[in-house]
């Protein structure tokens, strides 16, 4: 079992930055890979990036490609979501999930976080 809390989001200006934490409870954290998701009001929720269980593989969707950064710290059990150059258009909640897989494509979660809010101000 692993429980899932994400942090960090808020409110910010476009082209600002945020960064979001996920802390993950539970001794098998290192073992599932980790991945980002967001949904915005009235859309499906979508990927956002992906990481390896051991941080050594990541994947972004293209449209924050270049922009988001995924990192983990499997030592503090907490994946992190760096997001610069933020747009408008990356208002959404995020939330954390912990699974299997390491890239967009084939990344299932068995864990979900809450979700955070993120809103980008024009």
């Known amino acids: 079992q692993v429980q899932l809390v994400e942090s960090g989001g808020g409110l910010v200006q476009a082209g600002g930055s945020l960064r979001l934490s996920c802390a993950a409870s539970g001794r098998t954290f290192s073992s599932y890979a980790m991945g980002w998701f967001r949904q915005a009001p009235g859309k499906e929720r979508e990927s956002v990036a992906a990481i390896s269980w051991s941080g050594g593989s990541t994947d972004y969707a293209d449209s924050v490609k270049g922009r988001f950064t995924i990192s983990r710290d499997n030592a503090k059990n907490t994946v992190y979501l760096q997001m610069n150059s933020l747009k408008p258009e990356d208002t959404a909640v995020y939330y954390c999930?912990?699974?299997?897989?390491?890239?967009?494509?084939?990344?299932?979660?068995?864990?979900w976080g809450q979700g955070t809010q993120v809103t980008v101000s024009s």
């Open positions: 999930a912990a699974g299997g897989g390491s890239t967009i494509a084939t990344l299932f979660p068995v864990y």
